[in-house]
């Protein structure tokens, strides 16, 4: 199973961006969705998740700001970024759970994107 995430760039300060996340590979079913970051010098914290029912859960300093939906039909999830801020500059990594047909439940990582938010 892969992750595989785009769409992170250098923007300015109000501006907006897209990430995507595709989950490829011998998959049963994608469970959680989640979208982490990790700033310079700061550890990775959760960004936003959402559950196969669509539940979403936001850290509070993106909350209004950033969206997070999934397709399940192409086990991919978004991240849609508007009113960036220089804080919100990190590398964004996704994270899946995954039911895989062997019966197991693994959680696996992408390989990370950048964001870059100019002032």
């Known amino acids: 199973v892969q992750l595989q995430a785009s769409g992170g760039g250098l923007v300015q300060a109000g501006g907006s961006l897209r990430l995507s996340c595709a989950a490829s590979g011998r998959i049963n079913r994608v469970d959680d969705m989640a979208w982490y970051r990790q700033g310079p010098g700061s550890q990775r914290e959760m960004v936003a998740s959402i559950i196969s029912g669509f539940n979403t859960n936001y850290t509070d300093s993106v909350k209004g700001r950033f969206t997070i939906s999934r397709d399940n039909s192409k086990n991919t999830v978004y991240l849609q970024m508007d009113s960036l801020k220089p804080e919100d500059t990190a590398v964004y990594f996704c994270?899946?759970?995954?039911?895989?047909?062997?019966?197991?439940?693994?959680?696996?990582w992408g390989q990370g994107t950048l964001v870059t938010v100019s002032s």
């Open positions: 994270n899946a759970g995954v039911s895989l047909p062997s019966g197991y439940f693994r959680n696996y």
